[in-house]
């Protein structure tokens, strides 16, 4: 499921402004779901949650509020294989992952860190 924000969309990458899972602030993610979830009054009526992927393969989901507070946006990824994934379960996230599929748009997002060299 795509949103209505440009910036929240499948294969958007994220920059992890502090640690989480195992990942030093800093760490690239990519977005590989966007879902509805019931409003809540601190997410201001933006209904929808995001999942990320991590290059150690370690996965969140993150709510309006969270992903504000937890990540930046920084890009992207021109693989269309990630922008278009369709999530259908944990176990075919690992073998994707598994298989390289994500690969690509880790070192796309390398390239884009803030701070980055």
């Known amino acids: 499921m795509q949103n209505n924000s440009p910036h929240l969309n499948i294969g958007t990458l994220v920059q992890l402004k502090c640690e989480c899972l195992d990942n030093p602030e800093g760490t690239v993610g990519i977005v590989y779901q966007v879902y509805e979830r019931g409003a809540a ?3 201001h009526a933006d ?3 995001i999942a990320v992927i ?3 393969g370690q996965h969140d989901g993150f709510s309006p509020y969270e ?6 946006v920084i890009g992207l990824a021109t693989d269309s294989a990630v922008r278009n994934y369709q999530f259908k379960h944990i176990t075919q996230l690992r073998l994707d992952y598994g ?3 994500f690969t ?6 390398l390239l884009l860190k803030v701070g980055a060299p």
């Open 99 to 101: 298989n390289g599929l």
């Open 41 to 43: 009054p601190h997410d």
């Open 104 to 109: 690509k748009a880790f070192g796309e997002g």
């Open 67 to 72: 992903r504000d507070t937890f990540l930046a």
């Open 54 to 56: 991590f290059p150690n």
């Open 47 to 49: 209904r929808y949650g």
